[in-house]
């Protein structure tokens, strides 16, 4: 099946410091990825989509200045956190939409394991 | 207002019991349910997905339904094991312009206790 790999699997970093965590799709090409958060308890959120070649679309109230996302081959995405503070702390993960030739379900999202962050 | 609410927020259960969570919705244009499994400090995996016409589906010990018209959905598990502690996560894409959305849940946490 696809596979999702999402680098490092936990970071810890001191305040003011920058952070990339990388997701790659092992065995199919993400033309798209999404980029989700989550604290303690609470349900995933969507910061942003990454697409290839051209601007990552953010959702409303995340700063696209903070949280610098760049897609720059079919099979990597990058989400850096620029200047970390500890409110920065969370889960992070990236997902990518099956795509064909591969026969993956299209409409099924392929989960990295997860990046957690911890800012001191 | 787009949302997704499942219910219990938490269940403990003994090993070897059934259980059914549930998932209700004000998600509109529909465009499909999922389920997603998630271990802690891990990303989700699919169960299930389940479009329009759909009402139900398995993934082994796992059964969904839906009901389109009163936009409720279950997750059904079977025999459980101790391996299905997580959070289980309904979650509901609709289409917003040109664009697919996902609404999610904010999770049933599972117990399975021996």
């Known amino acids: 099946g696809a596979v999702v790999s999402q680098h490092p699997s936990w970071v810890i970093c001191k305040s003011g410091t920058s952070v990339k965590i990388e997701c790659r799709s092992l065995d199919f090409q993400a033309t798209t990825m999404f980029w989700y958060r989550q604290f303690p308890k609470q349900s995933l959120m969507l910061m942003a989509t990454s697409n290839e070649g051209s601007k990552a679309t953010y959702e409303q109230g995340v700063e696209k200045d903070k949280f610098l996302i760049n897609h720059a081959s079919l099979t990597l995405s990058t989400l850096t956190v620029t200047s970390a503070h500890p409110e920065d702390s969370s889960f992070y993960i990236c997902s990518a939409p099956g795509q064909p030739p591969l026969n993956l379900a299209k409409n099924i999202q392929y989960f990295g394991a997860g990046t957690r962050l911890s800012v001191l | 207002k787009n949302q997704v609410e499942q219910s219990p927020q938490s269940l403990i259960i003994l090993e070897g019991k059934n259980c059914t969570l549930q998932c209700n919705y004000t998600v509109s244009p529909f465009s499909n349910l999922r389920w997603y499994k998630q271990d802690t400090g891990r990303g989700p995996v699919s169960l299930t997905i389940?479009?329009?016409s759909e009402n139900t589906k398995s993934n082994g010990r796992y059964t969904a339904t839906l009901d389109a018209d009163t936009k409720q959905s279950s997750l059904h598990i079977t025999a459980s094991q101790l391996s299905d502690s997580a959070s289980y996560i309904c979650v509901v894409s609709f289409n917003a312009g040109n664009n697919r959305k996902l609404i999610w849940g904010l999770g049933t946490s599972l117990a399975v206790n021996p």
């Open positions: 389940m479009t329009f």
